[in-house]
């Protein structure tokens, strides 16, 4: 038992970091249904962000650099779907000119680092990266624990944000039905474009609580972006609570697996699990047939 819990509890705290990676994925398919293959790069650009805080000079925690982090990605969010998002969506998606352009952001993002940075990869060690504390037998890793309650507090602020504030139930409306919002009067490209930036700014604020345990290339991404896709597939598309505990889910399968298996072989038990549910429920653990935040 003991073994196992050891395995667990990790795996709960990896889960809620991916968790929150997903959680803006989930956001944005929900709203606009937009399949944004460039999230897990815009995850990647928010650890070279806190990297480059803390170690170029102002030492800067990536914990401290979160309100920062999170207003630069909802801009850069925002400024992502007026220069290109909001041509390939609309009544009639394109799901074939989305993931094109979204895998080229993601290409254009990698390379650019690439060319800045190189592919050496790059390590932000605060003070509490190689600590943790015991409870009982059970060692629990510090960078984790805080990521772990990190993901909790922005799950809370966010569903206070989409169900307390005006522009969060304006979001709301969007991801139900367009043409109803519009006749409600509300601007949907505007809404549109909010939502791609809070998405966005999630998913960087994963990323920079990521980043304390967590090596950081130019292509870090390809590392995380089928699970992101996996925990939002498995949550129920355009279910924003879905893609959440489908990343908690997830992070305990790959560490819990691991006390009868090799590491190596963590994801095939991941996508086992996967396929189970989905033929269960095929949309998804909290998926409906309309979509829905």
Do not use: C
Not at 158 to 173: E, P, Q, S
Not at 253 to 265: E, F, L, M, N
């Amino acid at each position: 038992m003991t073994e196992f819990l050891q395995f667990l509890v990790p795996g709960i705290l990896i889960g809620g970091v991916y968790a929150l990676l997903a959680s803006g994925l989930g956001l944005i398919f929900g709203v606009m249904r937009v399949v944004n293959f460039a999230q897990a790069d815009f995850m990647m650009l928010a650890m070279y962000l806190s990297w480059a805080l803390f170690a170029g000079g102002i030492g800067m925690d990536p914990f401290l650099a979160m309100p920062g982090i999170f207003a630069v990605f909802l801009l850069l969010g925002m400024a992502i779907h007026w220069l290109f998002i909001r041509f390939v969506i609309g009544r009639h998606e394109n799901h074939d000119a989305q993931v094109i352009l979204t895998i080229g952001l993601g290409l254009i993002f990698q390379n650019l680092i690439l060319i800045r940075y190189s592919s050496e990869p790059r390590v932000v060690a605060p003070s509490y990266a190689n600590t943790g504390d015991f409870i009982g037998d059970i060692f629990i890793s510090r960078a984790r624990l805080y990521a772990f309650l990190l993901s909790l507090l922005v799950a809370a602020l966010l569903f206070l944000f989409l169900n307390r504030t005006g522009t969060g139930r304006a979001i709301r409306a969007a991801s139900e039905n367009w043409e109803a919002a519009t006749y409600m009067g509300i601007n949907i490209d505007r809404t549109n474009r909010i939502a791609f930036g809070v998405g966005v700014a999630l998913t960087a604020v994963g990323g920079a609580a990521l980043v304390t345990f967590q090596s950081i290339t130019p292509f870090v991404g390809l590392r995380f972006v089928v699970v992101m896709f996996a925990a939002v597939v498995l949550g129920g598309l355009g279910s924003v609570s879905g893609a959440f505990v489908g990343g908690v889910l997830i992070g305990i399968i790959q560490s819990v697996s691991q006390v009868w298996t090799s590491a190596a072989v963590k994801n095939v038990w991941v996508f086992a699990l996967f396929l189970l549910i989905l033929y269960v429920r095929p949309n998804g653990l909290f998926g409906k047939v309309q979509r829905a935040i």
